[in-house]
């Protein structure tokens, strides 16, 4: 498998599991996009949820001009400083689904970045609330249930919060 073939089955699976879980949500709850990066997810979700509350977190806003949120749903800095600002204001249980798209190539890295950012996941996520993310957490109140998606497995992950 070459470099674009890898790219193409992430980017495909991180779409397929967007989609389905803009099916999945209930009417009530935040949506959170952490890692606005070029804005491509974020307009993704925006489009398949038109109405809907979406926060998009981002360190460095470099998006496409048409892909930013609108004012205050923006918001910037580091997420280990953000979220827990976040929750003070919003409350816990307040997001009904996040997507996390904050990796880089270096595995060890990622590892550390997951392991920290578990305990802000699940005091946001609503029961039943849904976790999209570009690799594993290990979230001890959530369920895996990346298996129960048409995304083959290791590609992209599902957690939904007992
Ligand atoms: N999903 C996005 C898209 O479709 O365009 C791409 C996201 S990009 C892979 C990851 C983004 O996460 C980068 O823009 C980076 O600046 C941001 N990021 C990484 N770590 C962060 C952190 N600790 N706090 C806030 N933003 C972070």
Not at 20 to 49: F, I, Q, S
Not at 112 to 124: F, G, T
Request: charged share 25%.
């Amino acid at each position: 498998m070459t470099r674009l073939d890898s790219v193409i089955r992430r980017l495909t699976a991180q779409r397929d599991l967007l989609n389905w879980a803009t099916e999945e949500l209930g009417p009530d709850g935040l949506v959170l996009e952490l890692g606005l990066g070029n804005g491509r997810t974020y307009d993704h979700l925006r489009t398949k949820l038109p109405g809907r509350e979406i926060y998009a977190f981002e360190r460095s806003p470099a998006a496409h001009p048409d892909c930013y949120p609108p004012e205050g749903y923006l918001i910037v800095g580091d997420i280990f400083e953000t979220l827990p600002a976040f929750i003070e204001r919003f409350g816990r249980g307040s997001a009904a689904l996040i997507h996390t798209d904050i990796g880089t190539g270096d595995q060890e890295a990622n590892r550390k970045l997951a392991l920290r950012l578990s305990p802000l996941l699940e005091a946001l996520l609503r029961p039943g609330g849904l976790l999209i993310a570009d690799r594993a957490f290990e979230l001890p109140s959530c369920e895996d249930i990346s298996s129960q998606t048409d995304v083959p497995e290791g590609r992209y992950f599902v957690y939904r919060r007992n």
